[in-house]
């Protein structure tokens, strides 16, 4: 769904100090009041903004027939909606004004203690409990914001490729993983594995397999201690260390400083690349491009990290962005009505082939091959989110931003010295050391 989660931000106060942003209907609203779903929907009205960072939806029309939908339902709210192509920063520069919208996915740079400064509360978690991933965003008791769907971390692969190369089975272990690129190079002459290394964020998908070597839903609550987390047969050691071995052994693309996002859906669709991790979001997109390049949407496939637990392969359900209501919207009904319909009522979430944030809605058709073959899918628990970011943040580490697994492919490549040994006892000394005073 284009999760281009980076974090990275710069002069920020001076460039809002240049902005005149104003919020939409007007400034202040900053009371902390609950932004409490309205009774009666005809007596919701006012003028909302929206952000988002889907800007191809806003240029073929479709946020503005979902508009149209929620209108039937509520006439007298106007929902305007404002595209960001670098949501991350931008929104960043916006948040030090009160005119960031009505309406927004919180940025992936906001500490999880600091939302109550920046969104109003939603409800209690006990009154949220009909979503997934309600404790993303829960402070104190009380969530501010509701998933706007979820996904399945594995990856995305070109069947057709896969099975001239002689592979008709998931890999079970990361070796039969390598195998399997190995038998793709060797036989169909694509590019087994593409990084995504330019555009960055994609490397932030790796993260989101935390949980699945140990089928554990705890897994990133663990890391919020001196736990050195990339220890052998780790989690993120398991993860990273397969991406490693993957760009060591000329695997991926020649080059990865002119990989391109846009251009990869493509070549994965056209069967130039084979394989590339990321969340289940993505099948569609790749689906599409597939039926582009004159062939099938069943082209397109979607295995599980190649490791098994009791017998059993496991993927971790994992929130996209958060939609919350600024505490500056003057307008709380009507951008809470908003988020409610969207996620309950427009059907957004079965369309675009993503895991609905209802726990009763059923898994998409994308995930049919997990379903259909036991994969054991498990909520990765958030509890501890605000602990585990104060020492990634005190490390310097950035676990959802793409600047170390950058570094740790320019190791594999040869373009930076050094062993991957030490590249990983560097992590997980800078972690240890701030857990003593940041997390623990």
Request: charged share 25%.
């Amino acid at each position: 769904m284009g999760n281009k989660k980076t974090t990275a931000f710069s002069g920020a106060v001076l460039a809002a100090a240049m902005l005149a942003l104003t919020a939409c209907g007007g400034g202040g609203g900053a009371t902390g009041e609950v932004a409490a779903p309205p009774a009666d929907p005809k007596e919701v009205s006012g003028e909302i903004k929206v952000l988002t960072q889907r800007t191809d939806l806003i240029q073929n029309g479709t946020l503005r027939r979902y508009a149209a939908e929620f209108n039937k339902v509520y006439p007298k709210v106007r929902v305007d909606f404002d595209g960001i192509t670098d949501y991350e920063g931008e929104v960043k520069i916006r948040m030090n004004t009160n005119g960031y919208g009505d309406v927004l996915f919180i940025p992936g740079a906001v500490a999880k203690n600091d939302y109550p400064k920046f969104f109003a509360p939603l409800g209690t978690t006990a009154e949220l409990s009909k979503y997934r991933f309600a404790d993303k965003t829960e402070v104190d008791g009380k969530v501010y914001g509701i998933a706007q769907f979820g996904t399945a971390n594995g990856f995305v692969y070109n069947k057709k490729l896969w099975e001239r190369a002689g592979v008709t089975t998931w890999p079970k272990t990361p070796d039969e993983f390598l195998a399997g690129l190995e038998a793709v190079k060797e036989k169909t002459g694509a590019t087994p594995y593409y990084t995504n290394f330019k555009d960055g964020w994609p490397l932030v998908q790796w993260t989101s397999n935390l949980g699945v070597v140990g089928c554990d839903a705890r897994a990133s609550d663990a890391l919020a201690g001196p736990v050195s987390p990339w220890k052998a047969g780790s989690e993120l050691r398991t993860a990273d260390g397969l991406l490693y071995d993957i760009v060591k052994r000329g695997l991926s693309e020649k080059d990865p400083t002119t990989t391109n996002w846009e251009t990869s859906k493509a070549l994965l669709g056209e069967g130039k690349i084979a394989t590339m991790m990321l969340g289940s979001w993505a099948v569609t997109q790749m689906q599409d491009a597939a039926k582009r390049a004159g062939g099938e949407a069943s082209d397109i496939g979607f295995m599980p990290f190649p490791v098994q637990k009791d017998g059993r392969h496991c993927a971790a359900l994992v929130s996209d962005y958060q939609q919350a209501v600024s505490i500056h919207s003057r307008n709380k009904p009507a951008a809470r009505a908003w988020i409610d319909w969207f996620t309950e009522k427009s059907g957004f979430a079965e369309k675009e082939g993503v895991v609905s944030a209802v726990k009763s809605a059923p898994m998409p058709a994308t995930l049919k091959e997990f379903v259909d073959n036991d994969v054991s899918f498990f909520d990765r628990s958030e509890a501890k989110t605000a602990a585990v970011n104060d020492i990634d943040e005190a490390a310097e580490i950035g676990l959802n931003k793409q600047d170390y697994r950058q570094k740790l492919i320019d190791l594999a490549r040869g373009a930076a010295k050094g062993s991957p040994e030490d590249f990983f006892a560097d992590l997980d000394k800078r972690w240890d050391e701030a857990a003593k005073t940041a997390g623990s």
